[in-house]
């Protein structure tokens, strides 16, 4: 697992150093629009803490912030109705999974029918 990299774009918008369209914070955890959004509705969801990836978070976060994340989650996915017909969630993780990124992040995927992941 590599390190974490203090200068990733998420890293320099949890310090407010790039803006971001804020969709839900609290203590633990950041959400916000995706800059280049794949569907009507696309959140990013951050834990606050400096994660590489899904591993790395897994791995080494405490409960408390894994509950943060998973329940921010919950909430934002009802506050947008996007329970009602359903969302796709996604972490892509490392070079096989295609993570530009590196801090953990999790796609909300949403607002339409998305497609298969199969081409
Ligand atoms: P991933 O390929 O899973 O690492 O996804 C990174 C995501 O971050 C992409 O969907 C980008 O569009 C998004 N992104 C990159 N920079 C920003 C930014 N400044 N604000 C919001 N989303 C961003």
Redesign the pocket.
């Known amino acids: 697992m590599t390190d974490y990299d203090d200068n990733n774009?998420f890293a320099k918008?949890l310090r407010g150093e790039?803006p971001?369209d804020t969709v839900y914070e609290d203590e633990y955890v950041l959400a916000?629009?995706?800059?280049?959004p794949l569907a009507p509705v696309h959140i990013?969801v951050i834990p606050k803490g400096k994660y590489v990836s899904m591993t790395d978070f897994s791995i080494k976060a405490p409960a408390t912030e894994i509950e943060a994340l998973y329940r921010a989650i919950g909430k934002i996915v009802t506050d947008k109705g996007l329970d009602k017909k359903g969302y796709r969630v996604i972490a892509?993780t490392g070079e096989h999974g295609?993570?530009?990124?590196p801090h953990y992040?999790i796609?909300i995927i949403g607002g339409e029918k998305i497609g298969s992941l199969r081409p």
Do not use: A, R, S
């Open positions: 774009i918008i790039i971001n916000f629009n995706d800059i280049n990013l892509n295609g993570q530009e990124v992040h796609h």
